[in-house]
Each structure stands twice: as structure tokens, then as C-alpha cells.
């Protein structure tokens, strides 16, 4: 199957840069990936893709792979949009479902942009890469470096919680614990490119994670029956699946695939402990400044500093959506109250997302009406720090009191 890619191209700029080589940034500004999408068209009907296997790789062409190629894969099957009918009554909604990322291997979302980059990455012929994770990247990175037989090196915030840092250790990669945020992280990477030899495969900092995120775009519309949904909402760290999405319905709608002109509005959830991205969208302003002490439990979205805060700030407005903070207080809370309510065990950073739908729903910024979805974009279980609970005990030595434990009291 040929590749349908024609050039890479700066995100700021609009600067044009061959494909054919390994890039990184251009000016320190994140790179498109661009398709010959007329000739996309012409090979592949959307019709075409009920006989493919339902994977992210059934989006072949609008995918960077070579002609040949096989992708450095563990199986990404597309991942399941539940509808919540219990959640949306809760919150006064008519639909609303949760596509769940965290049945990825690995056990997140990060599993697309992964495997996207370190297939790339070995056709390039690259032996040894180097990232900065406060979360699931890592064990991400780790996972699709061994499957490559690519040497990894992740760094990673002291606090990061402990099953990315062991499942990352776990997989092979040179695993470091480093006393700052992850934007100290990725300037180790940044300094040791020359020393060590590595390629970066920091957020936003090579153009081929972004193209692996925007399969969720992708599967989301195919799901839809190509009417996309009013509304989703999506947790904002570095930002590459919001504008991957955005990327992708782009793409959808010049190959005139989409049953409706109408896009969705994007909502850019943070935390009250790490907002820059809001703060930026409040202020009216295009770039964001970093934000200072940086803390939130949900630690995929503590990122101070955005490489692509531009990008990702141009595709909420230009889809007339938002960006949101969430009071800190309120993630945990979410996250038990949704696992409870729809048995989706969501990660700290979704749950976040819930939050911000109660917001926008008693404001009406979202409406009754409109159609719904939440990413989930990891699996709770992964989060120990964040489900821990002390639990009521049974003595086996006293009488049972069928009426405390009717209640979940000790």
C-alpha cells in the first residue's frame, strides 16, 4: 500500500520540510505531518474500511507508515464508546458515552502515539530514544521500544505514580526519578541529545505521536456513523490528542466523508493546580505562560509548559469550544462517583472531565440535547495513589453484624 504523505510542515509558520528524513521541530515549534489527501480519496472509500480489521492501522493511508512497512505493534484494537445513560440522567443529559483508551495496551491512550512514533522511528532506522513522562507515556515508550528493539530512556518526576514508573523499569528502559516537573525532565533530554545520541520523543517535539493520537478522531467519526458528536470533552497535558482529533475531522471533511458540516466543540479540561491552557484561553491570549508550581493528582495533565500550547488553543476556538479548570477537590470524587455509577474505572484525569461537564452543564454551556463524550484516557488501576482506601475489617473472632456490613461499615 502506497504512503500518501507529501511533506512535513511547521505548525506556526507554515514552513515546509521533507518527510524523508528524521525531523524534529522546526524554530522549537512542532511539525504537521501533510497527506496527498485528493489521492487518499481516490485509493480509499469509507466504505472501503468494513472489511479491515478493526485496529487503529485499518487508517492506513491517513497514516505516515511507508509503503511495506509492517508497524511496531501490540495489538491496538479500536477501544469501546459506552454509552452512560445512569451518568447522563445524574447530569441532565440525553446522551452522553465514555470512550474508554484505557483498554490500549499499556492501559492508555498514549498506546496510539507510541506505537505511531516508534514505528517511524525504526524505519528511520533510529537505535536509541530518550523522553521526559509524568505518567503513561513511559511505560508507553518503554513497551514499543522493546517490540521495536529500540533502546529507551524516560524521565520521570519523583512523585509520578508508582505503576508507570515500575511498568516503564519493567519494559526494559533505562528508568530515572528526577526531582522536578516533567518539563525538567525533558530538559535532560533536551541537554543529552549530543552527549548520549538519542532522539527525542518528547510531546509535540517529532511530528509522527500526533498522527498515531488522531486515530481517535478517526475511530470516533466511524463509530458516530460519521456524524460527529456536539461536544468532547478531553483532559489537556501536552495536548496531542485534542489537536490530533482536530486534525483528523479536518482531514475527514476535505475527503467529504462527514454526514454533517457541523464540528464538535473541544473542551481543554485542566486542573486548578495545573491550568496554563486556560489561563491563556481566559486571558484571549494564543501562547501560555507556564504555570507556576504545578500540582494536581491527575498527573498526565500536570504539564506547566505546552510545547503545541498554540495548537491546541487554535483548535478549541476554532471549533467554538473552551478550556475549563476543575477545582483539584473534585477529581477524586469523579472518579469514584462514575466508577460507581457505569463501572468505567476512570483515571484521575477523565474524571476531571466530569467535573467540568457538571460546570458547563449548570451553566447550559452544554444542553440537554447535545451528544456527549468523554475520553477516558487511561485506566484508574494505574493510579494507586488516587483509588487508595481504608477499608472496614471482619473480626473472625466476633459475632457478624449483618446490619454494619449492609451499610459498609466495620
Known sequence: MPSFV????SALDGSSLPADVP?????DRPLWVRYDLAAVGRHLRKSDLRDRAPNMWRYRELLPIPDGMVPVTLGELQTPLTVCNRLARQVGLERLWIKDESQL???????????????????FGIRRVALPSAGNAGGAAAAYAARAGIEAFVFMPHDTPVVNIYESRLAGAKTFLVNGLINDCGRI???GKQAMGWFDLSTLKEPYRIEGKKTMG?????????????VILYPTGGGTGLIGMWKAFQELRHLGWLETERMPRLVSVQSSGCAPIVKAYDAGQRFAEPFANANTIASGIRVPVAVGDFMILDAVRESDGCAIAVDESEITPCMQRVCALEGIPLCPEAAACVAALDALRANNWIRTDDRVVIFNTGAAQKYVEAIRADLPSIDLRQPLDWDRIAIGQP
Open 105 to 123: 495496551p499499556t492501559g492508555s491512550f498514549k498506546a496510539r502515539g507510541l506505537a505511531m512514533a516508534l514505528t517511524m522511528a525504526q524505519h
Open 6 to 9: 507529501t511533506h512535513l510542515e
Open 218 to 230: 478517526l475511530e470516533l467519526a466511524e463509530q458516530f456513523q460519521w456524524r460527529l458528536p456536539d
Open 189 to 191: 533530554v533536551r541537554e
Open 23 to 27: 525531523q524534529s521541530m522546526h524554530k
